[in-house]
């Protein structure tokens, strides 16, 4: 005899809701905000923290003045607001420094190239405006420093000929790549050495293009900043990843030459390079030599992050299976050949959080540069600081000078994080 | 059976010490050295040339003559009447206490912050990220700056504690003063017997030391844990404080009071100090913090996985599986900040204080022209400390890194 079952359910339950407290805003604060005794205090207090500092802080910078002529005229109106008028009155030193007025238009416009300079590079579907990138570096001298149009040009003239003349070189005649190389550097060095200054000389006569000459104690502000930082990010890189093949190389001379500088200059301070740059250099070059004063701070801004690029870049190397390396042997490539296309792509891609963030202490360290007394943005801040009319204000110059800073140097980490996840193979 | 026919041998050219790999690598660095070479004579010989041409001389006796400049903030003994030597060593044990107070400021708030940033609740991250993203961000110049001007400027001045009513108060109990002139503190005074007092404390500490390694062996050997954090706090606390009352408080602390129109007595932190040691430890804790945090994260959580199943507690799952992994990660970079600090420490000329840059590298080296000597002594300096710290860190890895194969 079989039991008798009295019910067997043939369909299934609708899911009843979860509870309130599960979902929804309330399930989000519970679980993110409220879980345990312990993050009830933490979220309170974070809370309370972020209430003062609004509180303080909303009112002093949204009824701040901004059209007043001097820091007393402020105070007089209204002492417990900010004075913005201090930047409506100087931003254009803090862009430009001592740069003359009528010729601001050419660091904006300088600004403006190396944005769309920078496109092609950071964004590899306009790639095909590279070109643009490499003509860059002369046009931004030549529109900062002003002289004649031909005397930049000229240096492209010469490096494009060289070029041509080892291409055809190789093309035609020779075989060897180092003979025609050394050939070609000859060629080069003879066009600069004899034919490049009367050419120079005849195209002035023929089209004289020119921009009145700037000098570069005139150059401030964040035009400094952006000149030292952005050679300095441009230069160093190659010179860090040369730093770094040296480093691993296992000829020994080359190697000792590679550690030595790598560990001077990071056991330094930058502060003492530039004290180096301003003082010191006298000493080590030519009697009577007198060279630039940036052009000397670029140089050792550059020397000083290439070390340390030079050691994330070692880092990456280091991270990479020792079996990519004999791979690419293995398959006949060249130390060069290997080095270009299996080594260097995936080792860079281990280092670009590294890299950026050398990019940014670099561009930090730009500042530095106001302690030689050139005339970055907080050097321009004492000087300001410094005027009857201004003296005793602070943190509107500082909260400026700290946001254009911040707005820079965060751009460059969110793209490395971008380019990070862009450029994963594996999930 | 063929044998593999060689090559007929060529006869050795001039071409095959760039072009053949057997010379290429010797001929290379043999250029590389005599370009090297070169270009060091050429800037030593640039530099004889220059002293030659300046009637200058390389030699450091400067260190021994009287250096004539007074020196605010000293650990040592010093007057304008000591020589330009000491003065160098006064900096170099300034520049040392900026960076040994940083560091461990620093360490401290690095470690709070890079944990709540890992907190689940979000607020609390958020603000996390601002604080790291925030003092990342922005060049520590300008920070040191900031501090500075919030410590001169929107503090009162010495003046402002005067009176029946005064606009300003001292904090902890009449006990310190923060001023625009800088933070007084009250300072310990060692009376008679406060040595006996030191030699108890060192002896507690030493029992401690013992007591957990019995503690340890303990466990090895019967698997029991003792209490060891409170016992050990028990040991260090008691013993010394018993005896200090015992022996009728033989250590006061003296109070700093205001007497004309300044502070008296106490330690006097002056705001240069404070604020190059805050800016520093502020900037480098948003660093540390990201360190301690990518290295908490980079234990996988299997790891925490498998010794909940293994029956430990949060706590022990922490102390005995996270940090000690965790940690291997943490250490080296966290020391390489270290030392980042301790360079960044050479930017104290924006706020005044005379660290070894602003003794040597700065006065000295103003007042006796001698560029050159001063310039290698400082650099000298901080390439020894960073030498010292990479190598300690070289040991580090040597003896705590897996070993793989």
């Given amino acids: 005899m079989m039991t008798k079952i009295a019910f067997v359910r043939k369909k299934e339950i609708p899911p009843s809701a979860p509870p309130i407290t599960e979902v929804g805003l309330i399930g989000w604060l519970r679980q993110n905000l409220f879980s345990s005794w312990l993050n009830s205090i933490l979220t309170v207090l974070s809370v309370y923290f972020i209430v003062v500092i609004l509180w303080d802080f909303i009112p002093w910078a949204y009824g701040g003045h901004w059209n007043t002529k001097s820091l007393r005229e402020c105070l007089d109106l209204d002492p417990d607001v900010a004075c913005f008028s201090v930047l409506t009155a100087r931003w254009k030193q803090l862009l430009f420094g001592l740069y003359p007025a009528e010729e601001y238009w050419r660091p904006t416009l300088t600004f403006m190239f190396l944005l769309l300079a920078i496109v092609p590079i950071l964004f590899p579907r306009f790639f095909r405006f590279f070109w643009f990138s490499i003509i860059y570096p002369g046009l931004a001298v030549w529109l900062l420093w002003g002289g004649s149009f031909w005397s930049i040009s000229i240096v492209y003239i010469g490096l494009t000929l060289g070029a041509l003349f080892f291409l055809s070189l190789i093309r035609r005649y020779l075989k060897n790549y180092m003979v025609a190389a050394i050939l070609a550097f000859l060629f080069t060095v003879v066009f600069f050495l004899f034919i490049s200054n009367p050419l120079v000389g005849l195209l002035n006569v023929i089209l004289p293009i020119s921009l009145p000459f700037v000098e570069s104690l005139k150059m401030g502000g964040f035009t400094l900043s952006l000149i030292v930082g952005v050679t300095g990010i441009v230069a160093s890189f190659p010179i860090g990843i040369l730093l770094a093949l040296g480093r691993q190389s296992n000829l020994p001379v080359i190697k000792m030459i590679c550690v030595g500088f790598i560990e001077f200059i990071r056991g330094v301070p930058l502060i003492t390079l530039l004290f180096v740059a301003s003082v010191l250099l006298n000493y080590f070059l030519p009697p009577g030599t007198n060279f630039d004063i940036v052009l000397r701070v670029v140089i050792m801004v550059t020397l000083f992050s290439a070390a340390y690029m030079a050691e994330v870049i070692r880092g990456g190397l280091a991270g990479l299976p020792l079996g990519q390396h004999e791979a690419s042997a293995s398959l006949g490539l060249t130390y060069w050949q290997s080095q270009r296309l299996i080594i260097m792509p995936q080792a860079l891609k281990i280092s670009i959080p590294g890299i950026v963030n050398t990019f940014i202490g670099l561009f930090k360290d730009t500042t530095l540069v106001s302690i030689i007394s050139l005339r970055d943005p907080v050097g321009l801040a004492s000087t300001i600081r410094a005027d009857q009319k201004w003296n005793g204000i602070y943190w509107e110059l500082y909260v400026a000078i700290g946001l254009m800073f911040f707005i820079f140097c965060w751009g460059m980490s969110q793209y490395s994080q971008y380019l990070e996840r862009k450029l994963k193979t594996d999930k | ?405």
């Avoid at chain 2, 330009?84 to 040392?96: E, R, S």
């Avoid at chain 2, 002056?270 to 994260?297: C, H, P």
């Avoid at chain 2, 990660?329 to 360079?343: A, R």
Wanted: aromatic share 14%; proline share 4%; hydrophobic share 50%.
């Fill in chain 2, 1 to 405: 059976m063929s044998s593999p026919t060689l090559p007929p041998s060529e006869s050795f050219k001039f071409s095959m010490l760039l072009s053949d790999t057997r010379y290429r690598g010797l001929s290379l660095q043999v250029i590389t050295f005599i370009i090297f070479m070169a270009v060091f004579f050429w800037l030593v010989d640039n530099t004889i040339k220059n002293l030659a041409l300046l009637d200058k001389d390389v030699s450091f006796n400067f260190l021994w003559l009287r250096a004539g400049y007074d020196i605010n903030q000293r650990l040592i003994p010093y007057t304008s009447d000591s020589t330009h030597g000491m003065a160098a060593l006064v900096g170099i044990l300034n520049t040392l206490l900026v960076a040994f107070v940083g560091c461990i400021i620093a360490t401290v708030l690095g470690l709070f912050v890079g944990i709540l940033r890992l907190s689940k609740n979000w607020i609390v991250a958020k603000l996390m990220s601002a604080y790291i993203e925030g003092f990342r961000n922005v060049p520590i110049l300008l920070w040191i700056v900031m501090v500075f001007a919030l410590l001169t400027e929107f503090t009162p001045a010495p003046r402002a504690f005067k009176g029946a009513e005064p606009e300003a108060t001292m904090l902890f109990f009449e006990s310190v003063a923060i001023t625009n002139r800088g933070t007084y503190f009250p300072a310990p005074v060692l009376a008679e017997g406060a040595y006996w007092l030191l030699l108890c404390f060192g002896l507690s500490i030493v029992a401690v030391i013992y007591f957990i390694r019995y503690a340890n062996k303990q466990k090895k050997d019967t698997g029991k844990s003792l209490p060891t954090f409170w016992i050990s706090v028990a040991v260090i606390i008691f013993p010394t404080l018993i005896l200090f009352f015992a022996m009728g408080q033989p250590v006061s602390l003296e109070y700093p009071y205001l007497k004309g129109f300044n502070f008296k007595d106490g330690i006097h932190l002056r705001n240069s100090f404070l604020a190059l040691t805050l800016a520093l430890a502020f900037y480098t804790s948003a660093f540390i913090a990201e360190i301690v945090r990518a290295g908490i994260m980079a234990v996988s959580k299997g790891q925490s996985e498998a010794a909940a199943s293994l029956g430990l507690r949060p706590n022990k799952i922490m102390s005995l599986i996270i940090l000690p992994q965790a940690l291997r990660i943490i250490v080296p970079p966290l020391i390489s900040n270290y030392l980042n600090l301790t360079k960044n420490s050479s930017l104290a000329i924006a706020v005044g204080y005379m660290d070894v840059r602003g003794t040597l590298g700065g006065i000295t080296l103003n007042q006796t022209g001698r560029e050159l000597e001063s310039m290698l002594l400082l650099m000298g300096f901080y390439l020894a400390v960073s030498l010292l710290i990479s190598s300690f860190i070289n040991y580090f890895n040597r003896s705590f890194q897996i070993v793989v194969r």
